[in-house]
Structure formats: C-alpha cells, structure tokens
C-alpha cells in the first residue's frame, strides 16, 4: 500500500515514520522545506497540566509515555550525531496570583487528578521553594511532574530522519495542488505542480495550512491558524527550573476569542536562554513581530519572576497553531473521501501530540488495534460534523 | 513636512543637509553617541585633537556638514537613539526607539510614526572563518580603524592586516599612525584579477575623483613605509595558545583556493580580518522594503525602495564607498523631502552617483569572495562565534537531517541563534550549506528585533514624540 | 602587552589635555582617558580577553569593535550584557566577567 503524507513538521514526520515502519510505501511531500513552520516556531510543549480532562487530555497522557520511549528510540537509531532533542522532564509549576485563581486552580487540578493527571496542590511557600524567583504575590500553586519540554525542531529532524531510514521518501519544495481519484471516489494519487504521487492513502497533516491543504484535495476542512509569539531573552545564569505559567493560560488555549491574549509561561531553554510565551491572536498568517503584543507578554512575565526586568531581549518569533472550531484536533479518516485522512489541529500541542497522532494514524491505516480510542478526533465527530461541507 | 533619518554617517547627513534645501524638517537619529558613522568616527568632545583629520578622508567636509545641521533649528539629531523595532503596519511604519546608553536598563522608549524615512544604516564588515580566528589578537579590520580612529588604541605591536578590498589599506594606513608596525598587508584578490578590475576601461574612471585620489594615497603610503602588500594571498590559520603568535599564509587561486606547498609563517601578535562589507538588512527587512538579488535593499532612481515613503541610501544599497553615500544620501533626502526628480539641485549628485556605482561595480568584482575559500577550514574551526558551533558540527547536523530549511538548521545546530544573532556567522552558514539550502527571502539577515532591549524597557509604557529640541 | 594607547606625545593626531578615569576588574583598578569605552580601557592595558564563551569556554574579548559581535559583552556595576566597546566609562565603574 501506497502513502503519501502531505506535511513535513513534526506530525507528518511522526506519521511518515509509524507508517514507514509498519511497512508502508510512504512519501512525504511538503512545499517548503521541513520543520520549518509552526514546528520551528512553538515552545517544544509535552504537556498534561493545560488540558482539561477528555479526550485531548488521554492523548497528552499516552503522549508523556510515547515520548520517553521515542527519544529512546531515535537517540539509539540515529546515534550522537543526531540533533539533541532535548527532552527535559522538568515538570510544569502553574501558579495563581488572586485568590480566585488559587481556588479555580484547586478545583481545575482535581478534576485532572481524577483523570489520571499526576498533580500536587501547592502553597506558596512550596512554590517558591521550586522556584526561589517567582514573584512574592502567589496565592496557590500547582506541580505537575509530568510536564516536559523538548526541542521541536530537532524532534521533527530526527523523527523525518528516523522514517527515511525506514524506507520514506522526502520530497521538499512540491506543492500539491490535488487529488486524483478512482472511479468509486478514492483516492489515487495527489497532483502537484511537479507531476503526481500515486497513493493508496493521502494523508493530510500540513497544520495550520491543513485547511487550505483540504480544499486543493476536494474536502474542505475548517483548519485556522492562531498566531503565538514567543520571546528569547540572551543566556542569563538565572535559572527557571520548571515550565512555570499563570494559571490564565487554560483559559487562553480552550478560547475562540479572536482579540489578543496573552498568559504567561517562563521556562529556560537547555542553552540557558529563557522562553516567554505564548500569545493568542487569530490574524490569519501574518507573521509580522507586533510590538504591542511582545510588550504585554513581558509586562506579564516580569510580574511573574521580577529578575527578568533587567533581562535582554535577543529575539521574538511568531508561529502558527492549527485550531478547529471545536478545539480537538482531527485524527482519522475523511468521511467524504475514502483514502484521505487528516492530522492536524493540534493547536499548541502539536509537538507533544505527534508521536501518539502517529501511533493512531498507523493503526487507523493499517487496521491494528490503536493505543487509545480515536472516536473523539474522527473527522464526523459530532462537534465538527456541522462544519464539514458535503462534497459533490 | 519632518524626515525621519536613520543613520548619521555620510549617507544620512547627506540626506540630512538635501531634506532640508528642499524645504522639509529633518530629525535623525543613530544609536552612536557623535555623528559620522563608522567612516567618520571620531575622538569623542572629552578628547579634543587639533589634528584629527590625518586619520580621515574629507575630513573637512564633515566638520562643515556636521555644524551646518548643529545649528539648523530645522534639524534635530538624537544622538544615542537605538531604533529597535520597525513594524510595517497597515497604516505605516512604527519604530520603537530607546533612548540612552548602549545597553542600558530603564531606558525610555519613544514610538514614532514618521511621515518619510530614508534608512542608512550603513555595513558592517563580513569577517571569514579561519582556524584559529577565535583568539583574542584576532579582531576585524573594521575594530582596527575604529579603535585607531575613535579611542587612538592599536590593537597590536606586529600586526597583519588580511582579507579582500581596498578597505584593507585605509586600515593599515591607519594602524601605522597608531604606533603599530603592520608586518603585511593580505589581500586574497590576484593581481591579474586586480589588474582586470581596476584597469579596463580606464575613461570610465574619470570623475570618481576623490575616491581613485583617497586610493591612491593609501597605495602610496604602502610603498612610502616599505608594507608588504601581498596580493593573490591569504590568511588560511592563526596560530597561539593563549593569544596570537603567528599566522599562515598561503597562496590562493582565483577562487580562493590554497595552493598547496605555498605556506608561510608570519610573526604577529594581532591580525585584522575582513573580506568585505554586508548592508545592515534589519531595520530595512521589517519595514517591508524589497531585497536585490544580492540582498542590497532594492532602490528606484530616487533611492526610493518598495515600500512607500521610505528611501534608502549608502552601503544599504549597495556596498560603494562613502563618496557614493553622499551622492545617494543627497538624493534620497531630497526626493523625500518632496523635491523634483529634474531638480539641479541633485544633478551633481545624480552624476556622481553614476560614476561611483561603476566604479564600485568593479571593486566588488576585483575583491568578490572566491567561491573555494572554504577549503582553508578545518572542521574543528568555529563558524558560529556566539555558540561556538564549529564548521564539523555543523556539517554533521545538516548531513544527519538532510535539512534543506535554514530556519531549521539553525535550531537544529545552534549556529547564529546566539548573541549576534547571525550578525557575524549569517552568511557563511550560508554559504558553507549553500550546495543544500534552499533559502527564501532575506535569509539570516532578518532580525524582527533589531537591537538588544530590556524586557522592563519593553514592558514599560511607551511614549510618543518627545518635544525636544537640539541642545 | 600588545594593544594599547598611542603615546600622546607621539601622536600625529595632536590630542589636547585629557581627564583620567578609572574602573575596576578582576580586583585591579584600571586607569583610563575620559570618553573611552570599557574595552578599550581594558585593551590599554593589555586585556585583550575578559569573557569565557558559552560553549567551548574559550577566552574571547572585542572582535568587531563596533557593536555587531557581541563578543564583548561583560557586566557593569550589576548590569549584564553591556557591550564593552560601546560602552564610555564615566568613572568608578565595577567590570565584571560575565558567566553565561
């Protein structure tokens, strides 16, 4: 069997490497150059703490464990030589500082306790003794031990290298343009302004360009991008030793508010640079640096840890998250179009979700029994059903 | 109507002094603390010199220039003015300007939206890899002439000056009348290729006048102090353990290829290094302004660019020399000012422009960096500065990925992620991965954040024009 | 010692009367000429390297002398990644290696 993946970030290589190994034909196409999109331009997230209990929350579970295993994996594959990917387990600290947000974040890390999610409710005290620099005026604090962090871009590298090595074919700076069907509908082969790819499975994980990707293919799908900024300040002996976030940040990623917002996350970066994040806009792909936005993501992250006053910014980039309207991502195959399946939507999870959206993917492909059930991410969920034109 | 200048050296008090004869209020800013740029960068007021103007070509044309605008109440210079952010809105440009010391904490911060900009920020210098370049003695060519020039430093005893261009002399010469003994003058360029360059043609050379009379002084001043300037040549490693004791020399070919069995051990405690000039792209790649092939800033006959209301003159658009700055300068404040394309008032400059490019044309063709320069490395030679990458490592990161993204391979390798950010080592990744690359746009030039700030200095309110006046 | 100040007396450029200075690095005291910049004074006195790299820790000191290498950061009276060559030394001034 014949498959072509339509992506080359990180969750087409995670994808491109399940399916290589499971011994599919796979090619991989993507119009530019690989993870150098939103995989190049996010934090690295491997998170559990920002995620309501549900079906994202099974996956980010599934997804702490795959990835130990994966790094494993790829390290011993690939050898030294091999971009490091840097996964920390460094834990997440999440703190509140009103007392209404101390008690939402109570009642918030209970119902995640009952989903499986390790978290111990903290008192200031036992914050600060984790991090010595946080600001004075916390009112609660959570830890999550569970919470990593790793370097995407090398990831996405090693994990393209890792299915080239299994028999993938990378094919960079091709777009598609569509697919060509059978008679009964299915998929083909995918056109693209070099030629064609014949594939018995089309698979769509081009991220935030997914929906654009989807409507070329003939199933429109209703993929938008959020814009994220992320600052790097110079390396500073400072150390924040954890992912440590405001406890607004769950509030930002489960939002369809299109006006700005910003929550602060503050980590440092195996180099000793320290990452502020993240912002939500939806502007579509305008990858312009707004100062505004970079302003209001200090103003916070100073109030959170004082000493970054005197820090110096190096750099700021924006990337892309892919979102739905339901905020699940989509993982499995298109109702409309026998063939072509669809990963993507993972929002700002995508880095941390690749390596179990593989897992599902292959099995969905393959017929092997999946690691968790796919139901809620299918394509004809009932929360995305409505939003699904019917293709003539 | 106000011009907002970037840069206070030839090119932006050019255009300074031009804005203001076609009847527009000037303001310029530069992040320096006194005017003229690197080329006319000088001894600070605390350290008066009667006779500075021995270490400067048109000297005098400076001084003139400078106290006309001085004392023009039309014009507002605002001196240690880092412009560190340009965004390109939809209703037009917004800079982020901190004002005070480099580097400073607690800076204000003023946030303009000017009605015309011309952007001369001039070049910096593009330094190559060579083994060993990493040793303190080892500086750019460019750090000698400004420590010479503005602090009256030698950065050596024995010094070997080495690289391509005729920038290289003016250094030396420089040097010289700063105490030090310069042992060698290497120029990669051969002579047949020099010969080439410089010669043909020669009523072409007609008009460029000062430029070919600054040249030719140099040249003399070689031949005057017996300094060896050895063409066809190139610095291929520095040697010492905790500083610079010697370098090698070797040969090249013409495209910079060591000969093999040419070597030659030189004996020096400093080397200044510099192959050339590359415009400094970031405040010109955020507003928006289109890039030439060769990643100048892409300018009209008006020195207009392509995005709207904003000019750009000098090495931005082309590395040419600081003649060729004011002739562009003077344009470029003129026509954003409002005056006429036609206007006599910049038919002198229009001409000297025409000769200056072309004269220019063939010295970036006699000194142009030979495509096999990179044989001289070794893979432990450190290509990033900042995170010590070294040319080893990056090579093992681009074959073990197969990346052809330079975004990528960047954050997979670390190379041009550090302090500099890319400002040094940008175009020789580059180059060293050009055979697998495939680089869009401005490549490592685009720097959204264009200076160093505080995250406090960010996350304070921002203020708006201040109402100031020259002092 | 082999960067250092062009002897004033000696010097074609004609300089008038000066005003010292002094900082203070690595426990010396370091005398200089009013409107230097802190590596320069450093220079003058025959340091040519007062930071240790990020990686290889190797001793690095100015490179560009202009402001764009940023190999010359060190720490001023508390305050860190100060560019020595841009920075003018108004006297008194505390210069400490930086640790990255």
Same mark, same amino acid.
């Given at each position: 069997?014949?498959?072509?993946?339509?992506?080359?970030?990180?969750?087409?290589?995670?994808?491109?490497?399940?399916?290589?190994?499971?011994?599919?034909?796979?090619?991989?196409?993507?119009?530019?150059?690989?993870?150098?999109?939103?995989?190049?331009?996010?934090?690295?997230?491997?998170?559990?703490?920002?995620?309501?209990?549900?079906?994202?929350?099974?996956?980010?579970?599934?997804?702490?464990?795959?990835?130990?295993?994966?790094?494993?994996?790829?390290?011993?594959?690939?050898?030294?030589?091999?971009?490091?990917?840097?996964?920390?387990?460094?834990?997440?600290?999440?703190?509140?500082?009103?007392?209404?947000?101390?008690?939402?974040?109570?009642?918030?890390?209970?119902?995640?306790?009952?989903?499986?999610?390790?978290?111990?409710?903290?008192?200031?005290?036992?914050?600060?003794?984790?991090?010595? $620099?946080?600001?004075?005026?916390?009112?609660?604090?959570?830890?999550?031990?569970?919470?990593?962090?790793?370097?995407?871009?090398?990831?996405?590298?090693?994990?393209?290298?890792?299915?080239?090595?299994?028999?993938?074919?990378?094919?960079?700076?091709?777009?598609?343009?569509?697919?060509?069907?059978? $008679?009964?509908?299915?998929?083909?082969?995918?056109?693209?302004?070099?030629?064609?790819?014949?594939?018995?499975?089309?698979?769509?994980?081009?991220?935030?360009?997914?929906?654009?990707?989807? $409507?070329?293919?003939?199933?429109?799908?209703?993929?938008?991008?959020?814009?994220?900024?992320?600052?790097?300040?110079?390396?500073?002996?400072?150390?924040?030793?954890?992912?440590?976030?405001?406890?607004?940040?769950?509030?930002?990623?489960?939002?369809?508010? $299109?006006?700005?917002?910003?929550?602060?996350?503050?980590?440092?970066?195996?180099?000793?640079?320290?990452?502020?994040?993240?912002?939500?806009?939806?502007?579509?792909?305008?990858?312009?640096?707004?100062?505004?936005?970079? !302003?209001?993501?200090?103003?916070?992250?100073?109030?959170?840890?004082?000493?970054?006053?005197?820090?110096?910014?190096?750099?700021?980039?924006?990337?892309?998250?892919?979102?739905?309207?339901?905020?699940?991502?989509?993982?499995?195959?298109?109702?409309?179009?026998?063939?072509?399946?669809?990963?993507?939507?993972?929002?700002? !999870?995508?880095?941390?979700?690749?390596?179990?959206?593989?897992?599902?993917?292959?099995?969905?492909?393959?017929?092997?029994?999946?690691?968790?059930?796919?139901?809620?991410?299918?394509?004809?969920?009932?929360?995305?059903?409505?939003?699904?034109?019917?293709?003539? | 109507?106000?011009?907002?200048?970037?840069?206070?050296?030839?090119?932006?008090?050019?255009?300074?002094? &031009?804005?203001?004869?076609? %009847?527009?209020?000037?303001?310029?800013?530069?992040?320096?603390?006194?005017?003229?740029?690197?080329?006319?960068?000088?001894?600070?007021?605390?350290?008066?010199?009667?006779?500075?103007?021995?270490?400067?070509?048109?000297?005098?044309?400076?001084?003139?220039?400078?106290?006309?605008?001085?004392?023009?109440?039309?014009?507002?210079?605002?001196?240690?003015?880092?412009?560190?952010?340009?965004?390109?809105?939809?209703? %037009?440009?917004?800079?982020?300007?901190?004002?005070?010391?480099?580097?400073?904490?607690?800076?204000?911060?003023?946030?303009?939206?000017?009605?015309?900009?011309?952007?001369?920020?001039?070049?910096?210098? @593009?330094?190559?890899?060579?083994?060993?370049?990493?040793?303190?003695?080892?500086?750019?060519?460019?750090?000698?002439?400004?420590?010479?020039?503005?602090?009256?430093?030698?950065?050596?005893?024995?010094?070997?000056?080495?690289?391509?261009?005729?920038?290289?002399?003016?250094?030396?010469?420089?040097?010289?009348?700063?105490?030090?003994?310069?042992? &060698?003058?290497?120029?990669?360029?051969?002579?047949?290729?020099?010969?080439?360059?410089?010669?043909?043609?020669?009523?072409?050379?007609?008009?460029?006048?000062?430029?070919?009379?600054?040249?030719? %002084?140099?040249?003399?001043?070689?031949?005057?102090?017996?300094?060896?300037?050895?063409?066809?040549?190139?610095?291929?490693?520095?040697?010492?353990?905790?500083?610079?004791?010697?370098?090698?020399?070797?040969?090249?070919?013409?495209?910079?290829?060591?000969?093999?069995?040419?070597?030659?051990?030189?004996?020096?405690?400093?080397?200044?290094?510099?192959?050339?000039?590359?415009?400094?792209?970031?405040?010109?790649?955020?507003?928006?302004?289109?890039?030439?092939?060769?990643?100048?800033?892409?300018?009209?006959?008006?020195?207009?660019?392509?995005?709207?209301?904003?000019?750009?003159?000098?090495?931005?658009?082309?590395?040419?020399?600081?003649?060729?700055? @004011?002739?562009?300068?003077?344009?470029? /404040?003129?026509?954003?000012? /409002?005056?006429?394309?036609?206007?006599?008032?910049?038919?002198?400059?229009?001409?000297?422009?025409?000769?200056?490019?072309?004269?220019?044309?063939?010295?970036?063709?006699?000194?142009?960096?030979?495509?096999?320069?990179?044989?001289?490395?070794?893979?432990?030679?450190?290509?990033?500065?900042?995170?010590?990458?070294?040319?080893?490592?990056?090579?093992?990161?681009?074959?073990?990925?197969? &990346?052809?993204?330079?975004?990528?391979?960047?954050?997979?390798?670390?190379? %041009?992620?550090?302090?500099?950010?890319?400002?040094?080592?940008?175009?020789?990744?580059?180059?060293?991965?050009?055979?697998?690359?495939?680089?869009?746009?401005?490549?490592?030039?685009? @720097? +959204?954040?264009?200076?160093?700030?505080?995250?406090?200095?960010?996350?304070? +309110?921002?203020?708006?024009?201040?109402?100031?006046?020259?002092? | 010692?082999?960067?250092?100040?062009?002897?004033?007396?000696?010097?074609?450029?004609?300089?008038?009367?000066?005003?010292?200075?002094?900082?203070?690095?690595?426990?010396?005291?370091?005398?200089?000429?009013?409107?230097?910049?802190?590596?320069?004074?450093?220079?003058?006195?025959?340091?040519?390297?007062?930071?240790?790299?990020?990686?290889?820790?190797?001793?690095?000191?100015?490179?560009?002398?202009?402001?764009?290498?940023?190999?010359?950061?060190?720490?001023?009276?508390?305050?860190?990644?100060?560019?020595?060559?841009?920075?003018?030394?108004?006297?008194?001034?505390?210069?400490?290696?930086?640790?990255?």
């Amino acid at each position: 069997m014949k498959v072509v993946v339509v992506g080359a970030g990180i969750v087409g290589a995670a994808c491109a490497r399940a399916l290589s190994r499971a011994g599919l034909q796979t090619v991989v196409i993507d119009r530019g150059s690989a993870a150098c999109g939103t995989s190049a331009a996010c934090e690295g997230n491997l998170l559990v703490s920002d995620k309501t209990p549900g079906p994202e929350l099974d996956l980010a579970l599934a997804a702490v464990r795959r990835w130990t295993e994966t790094a494993a994996e790829l390290l011993d594959e690939l050898g030294p030589a091999a971009p490091d990917l840097e996964l920390l387990h460094k834990g997440g600290l999440v703190v509140s500082r009103t007392d209404s947000g101390a008690v939402a974040l109570r009642s918030f890390t209970a119902g995640q306790r009952a989903s499986g999610v390790r978290v111990d409710d903290l008192t200031p005290a036992d914050a600060h003794s984790l991090e010595p $620099a946080l600001a004075p005026d916390v009112t609660g604090a959570a830890h999550y031990p569970q919470d990593a962090q790793l370097q995407p871009t090398a990831a996405a590298e090693a994990l393209l290298a890792s299915a080239r090595r299994a028999g993938a074919v990378v094919h960079t700076h091709e777009r598609v343009t569509g697919l060509l069907r059978r $008679a009964d509908g299915s998929a083909r082969a995918v056109r693209t302004e070099r030629g064609h790819h014949e594939a018995d499975v089309v698979l769509n994980a081009a991220g935030p360009w997914a929906g654009e990707l989807a $409507a070329a293919l003939g199933a429109p799908l209703p993929v938008l991008p959020r814009r994220g900024m992320v600052l790097v300040t110079t390396r500073m002996p400072q150390v924040v030793r954890h992912k440590v976030y405001d406890a607004d940040y769950v509030g930002a990623t489960q939002s369809g508010d $299109a006006d700005l917002q910003t929550s602060t996350v503050v980590e440092s970066t195996a180099a000793g640079t320290i990452l502020i994040g993240s912002s939500r806009e939806r502007v579509g792909f305008d990858d312009r640096i707004d100062v505004d936005v970079a !302003a209001a993501l200090a103003a916070k992250a100073v109030a959170l840890f004082p000493f970054l006053r005197e820090a110096q910014l190096l750099r700021a980039y924006v990337g892309f998250r892919p979102y739905l309207p339901d905020h699940l991502p989509v993982i499995g195959p298109d109702p409309r179009v026998p063939g072509l399946l669809h990963a993507t939507g993972h929002e700002g !999870a995508g880095i941390g979700l690749s390596v179990v959206t593989a897992d599902l993917v292959a099995a969905l492909v393959t017929g092997a029994d999946p690691v968790l059930d796919p139901t809620p991410f299918a394509a004809d969920r009932p929360s995305l059903a409505p939003h699904l034109e019917v293709v003539a | 109507m106000e011009v907002l200048i970037i840069g206070a050296g030839p090119a932006g008090l050019s255009a300074a002094r &031009a804005a203001r004869a076609a %009847g527009a209020r000037v303001r310029i800013l530069d992040a320096a603390d006194q005017t003229g740029g690197q080329f006319w960068r000088h001894l600070p007021g605390s350290r008066p010199a009667r006779a500075e103007r021995v270490l400067h070509h048109a000297w005098d044309d400076y001084v003139a220039l400078r106290h006309e605008l001085v004392e023009d109440r039309g014009v507002r210079i605002d001196l240690g003015a880092h412009v560190w952010a340009v965004e390109a809105r939809d209703d %037009g440009l917004r800079l982020q300007v901190a004002h005070g010391v480099p580097d400073g904490t607690d800076r204000p911060v003023e946030q303009l939206t000017p009605d015309r900009v011309v952007l001369a920020t001039g070049a910096q210098e @593009r330094v190559l890899p060579v083994p060993g370049w990493t040793l303190p003695g080892v500086f750019t060519a460019g750090a000698a002439q400004a420590l010479a020039k503005s602090e009256r430093v030698a950065v050596g005893e024995r010094v070997v000056v080495a690289g391509a261009g005729p920038f290289l002399l003016p250094v030396s010469t420089t040097l010289a009348r700063s105490g030090a003994r310069v042992v &060698a003058v290497v120029e990669a360029a051969g002579n047949r290729r020099l010969a080439r360059e410089w010669l043909r043609r020669p009523h072409e050379l007609v008009g460029v006048g000062a430029k070919a009379r600054e040249l030719a %002084g140099y040249v003399g001043h070689h031949l005057r102090e017996w300094v060896p300037y050895r063409t066809g040549r190139a610095v291929v490693a520095v040697h010492g353990t905790a500083a610079v004791e010697a370098v090698t020399v070797m040969r090249v070919d013409d495209a910079w290829r060591p000969v093999p069995g040419t070597e030659e051990r030189i004996a020096c405690d400093a080397v200044c290094l510099g192959h050339g000039f590359v415009p400094r792209l970031e405040l010109a790649i955020a507003a928006g302004c289109h890039l030439t092939e060769e990643r100048y800033v892409d300018v009209d006959d008006s020195q207009r660019t392509s995005v709207a209301r904003v000019y750009a003159a000098g090495e931005l658009t082309g590395v040419g020399g600081a003649d060729l700055a @004011r002739a562009e300068g003077t344009i470029a /404040g003129w026509m954003a000012a /409002g005056g006429s394309p036609d206007a006599p008032a910049i038919a002198s400059a229009r001409r000297r422009r025409r000769t200056l490019r072309g004269f220019a044309g063939r010295l970036t063709a006699a000194h142009r960096i030979g495509a096999g320069w990179s044989a001289w490395l070794e893979p432990s030679t450190i290509v990033c500065r900042c995170e010590d990458v070294t040319v080893g490592a990056l090579r093992t990161v681009a074959d073990t990925t197969g &990346a052809t993204g330079l975004r990528s391979l960047k954050l997979t390798s670390r190379a %041009g992620l550090g302090a500099c950010q890319a400002r040094t080592c940008g175009r020789t990744v580059e180059d060293l991965l050009g055979h697998q690359l495939v680089i869009d746009g401005p490549g490592t030039d685009r @720097r +959204p954040i264009a200076l160093p700030v505080r995250l406090g200095e960010l996350a304070s +309110p921002r203020t708006h024009p201040r109402e100031e006046t020259n002092p | 010692m082999s960067s250092r100040s062009v002897d004033p007396a000696g010097d074609p450029v004609l300089p008038g009367p000066s005003s010292p200075v002094t900082l203070t690095f690595e426990g010396r005291s370091l005398e200089g000429v009013r409107g230097q910049t802190v590596a320069v004074v450093l220079l003058a006195h025959g340091t040519r390297s007062w930071r240790t790299s990020a990686v290889a820790r190797e001793p690095r000191g100015a490179f560009c002398g202009i402001g764009v290498c940023f190999e010359c950061v060190v720490t001023v009276d508390g305050e860190r990644d100060v560019r020595a060559c841009l920075r003018r030394v108004e006297g008194g001034e505390h210069v400490e290696r930086q640790e990255d």
